[in-house]
């Protein structure tokens, strides 16, 4: 019997150490920060207008992990030959597909602060039907639907893309949706909550 009530006791408090927090279901991390790398990655977003979101305050219970993370992230903002539109509208597709609300609430938010069309960002993800989506666009999200949708890119959607793209630009995008895939999973088993406050990630160039 006392071993059952020491069980009880237990299951309680694991419980209670892992109770959603206020941005996702693991427990916040204590406030100001301590670790340096979350304390420099603070101090960064800040200088760039940007802010430390929902996201970060969750993977930064592993700040190595955060941080290898966002070079990535940072590479793909800030680093990459196709264009800033182009690109929001492979996160964007890529987060619908997932079903992400988290990634796409923050990049319905960069997309409007770079004023790209309301009307075409809203169209992404029935771009299909959609008028409004050029031929080169089209080629992109439809290799975009189809990587992200199992990986197995038909040979015939792979030609249309390529015939607009750069090896070099194919390697951007494709990278693209793989991190946003897979931030999209993470997002949703943590559950990362959206942010209600306006906090961006960094911004980058449009």
Same mark, same amino acid.
């Given at each position: ?60 219970? =592993? ?7 966002? @070079?990535?992230?940072?590479? %793909?903002?800030? #680093? &990459?030959?196709?264009?800033? !539109? ?55 999200? =439809? ?7 199992? @990986?197995?890119?038909?040979? %015939?959607?792979? #030609? &249309?893309?390529?015939?607009? !793209? ?41």
């Amino acid at each position: 019997m006392k071993k059952f009530g020491l069980l009880i006791l237990s299951s309680f408090l694991v419980g209670l150490a892992f109770a959603d927090g206020t941005y996702s279901r693991l427990p916040d991390i204590p406030q100001p920060f301590t670790d340096p790398i979350l304390i420099k990655e603070q101090a960064s977003r800040l200088a760039s207008g940007g802010a430390i979101i929902n996201l970060q305050l969750t993977t930064g219970h =592993a700040p190595k992990i955060m941080e290898g993370t966002l @070079g990535l992230a940072r590479a %793909i903002r800030l #680093e &990459a030959e196709t264009s800033r !539109f182009l690109r929001e509208l492979v996160i964007i597709r890529t987060a619908g597909i997932v079903g992400s609300d988290y990634e796409l609430n923050q990049h319905y938010a960069l997309a409007s602060a770079c004023k790209y069309p309301n009307e075409k960002i809203m169209a992404i993800q029935n771009w299909k039907s959609s008028s409004l989506f050029d031929e080169k666009e089209k080629a992109m999200l =439809a290799f975009v639907d189809e990587m992200a949708q199992g @990986g197995d890119v038909k040979d %015939i959607t792979f #030609e &249309a893309f390529s015939k607009f !793209f750069t090896p070099k630009q194919i390697v951007e995008i494709s990278v693209t949706v793989s991190s946003y895939y897979g931030n999209g999973l993470l997002t949703k088993a943590l559950k990362i909550k959206s942010e209600t406050d306006g906090r961006v990630t960094f911004p980058g160039k449009c």
